[in-house]
């Protein structure tokens, strides 16, 4: 245990892990045991009782970067997105979710939301005023995503959070996009944060996982449906997970600053169209922005791409064309035809998901280099 309060990058390193140290070495040992002695007064372990001494580490560790209370770690941020919805609705239900979503949350939140007999309002987040307009007497909770993907708008937290407050309701983001290193919603007054652990928690581009951290209490209704659901992380990733938690700091911060150089750079080419990064003073929520992320605006962008978009990405040396985000090496890609291939074209247009839009996650690697990259390929 780590006494006292430390820094974010100090426990990125500490929190989380000590007390599975063993035989006097520094880092957690895996245990991949699925079968646990249950005598002398021990909790009934198992893995999918999302209890095992690798999964404890590294939902103890994104909790205390999060200032959570406790956590779960799942196998994919779907899990941690549809099990934490099961388990805070029920038939006859209804939630508000924030329209500017993650192409898969959207879809699975079309697919499977009305089986269950849950209803749902999609809207606007830019004006907080407009969750508030979309409250019902059956109204359980609101979901935000900020910022969001792939256009990067923001949401503001703390408007957000202060309605549901007024209205009895539970509020849950997905805070992927920030990661817990630029943005701490709880702090905000948010109940439950999710991640896709599959971006920057995991961070090289090699594992997939989630996470929903939270109070004690919530997270007991939440492991209380995650059981049943069952999607459970094994302890080798889990042990992956926590060794890239170690350098999620150093990560991150690189990711920023190489972000809002290229967005500079980018709004001063002219093949170039529109530009969304949050930490551009034209952003529209800039102001926003910066008071809700203290820690950075992210290592994400996306722009409209004038010429052939497909063209320009296929001639990019060192940025890779590849579906995910938030990997130490920077990608880039098309997310008309990828994260948001499933969401209807009206819908996509709805949103700014145009043909022409392109998504950066820019990795560690220099600005310049990236920079560079970039022009060559325009050119
Ligand atoms: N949330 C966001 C913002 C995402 O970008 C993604 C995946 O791209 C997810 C959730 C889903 O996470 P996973 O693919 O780990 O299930």
């Known amino acids: 245990m780590i006494h006292g309060k430390t820094s974010k990058i100090t426990q990125s390193v500490h929190a989380g892990s000590h007390e599975y ?145 007024r209205h009895g309701l539970l509020t849950v983001i997905d805070n992927t996009f920030a990661s817990p290193v630029n943005q701490n919603p709880i702090d905000l007054g948010i109940d439950i944060v999710l991640h896709s652990g599959t971006k920057y928690i995991g961070g090289h581009s090699d594992l997939c996982c989630g996470f929903a951290v939270t109070t004690q209490d919530l997270t007991q209704r939440i492991l209380a449906s995650a059981i049943n659901h069952g999607g459970s992380l094994d302890a080798h990733t889990a042990w992956l997970v926590e060794r890239s938690l170690k350098t999620i700091v150093l990560r991150v911060r690189q990711q920023n600053e190489n972000a809002l150089a290229i967005a500079r750079y980018l709004k001063t080419d002219n093949r170039i169209g529109q530009v969304y990064y949050p930490g551009l003073e034209d952003h529209p929520n800039h102001t926003v922005a910066r008071t809700q992320m203290p820690g950075g605006f992210g290592g994400m962008l996306s722009f409209e791409v004038k010429g052939d978009a497909q063209v320009f990405m296929a001639k990019l040396a060192l940025i890779q064309r590849a579906a995910s985000l938030g ?3 920077s990608t880039i890609t098309s997310p008309a035809r990828t994260s948001h291939v499933k969401v209807s074209a009206e819908e996509r247009k709805a949103t700014g998901v145009t043909d022409g839009l392109v998504r950066l996650s820019t990795g560690i690697e220099e600005a310049e280099d990236l920079i560079n990259d970039i022009k060559q390929a325009l050119a």
């Open 21 to 165: 140290l063993a035989h006097g070495g520094v880092v957690t040992p895996i245990f991949p045991s699925s079968a646990y002695d249950y005598e002398g007064g021990r909790p009934l372990q198992y893995p999918r009782y999302f209890n095992i001494p690798n999964q404890l580490a590294v939902a103890g560790k994104v909790a205390a970067l999060e200032n959570a209370e406790a956590g779960v770690v799942f196998s994919s941020g779907m899990a941690a997105i549809l099990t934490t919805l099961f388990s805070l609705l029920k038939n006859g239900d209804h939630a508000i979710f924030q329209r500017d979503l993650y192409g898969g949350t959207h879809h699975a939140l079309a697919q499977e939301m009305p089986r269950f007999g849950i209803a749902y309002t999609l809207v606007d987040g830019a004006d907080p005023a407009n969750f508030e307009k979309a409250i019902r007497p059956e109204t359980r909770l609101i979901y935000i995503e900020t910022p969001s993907n792939p256009t990067l708008k923001i949401t503001d937290i703390r408007a957000v959070a202060a309605i549901a407050r």
């Open 327 to 329: 990997g130490v090496e």
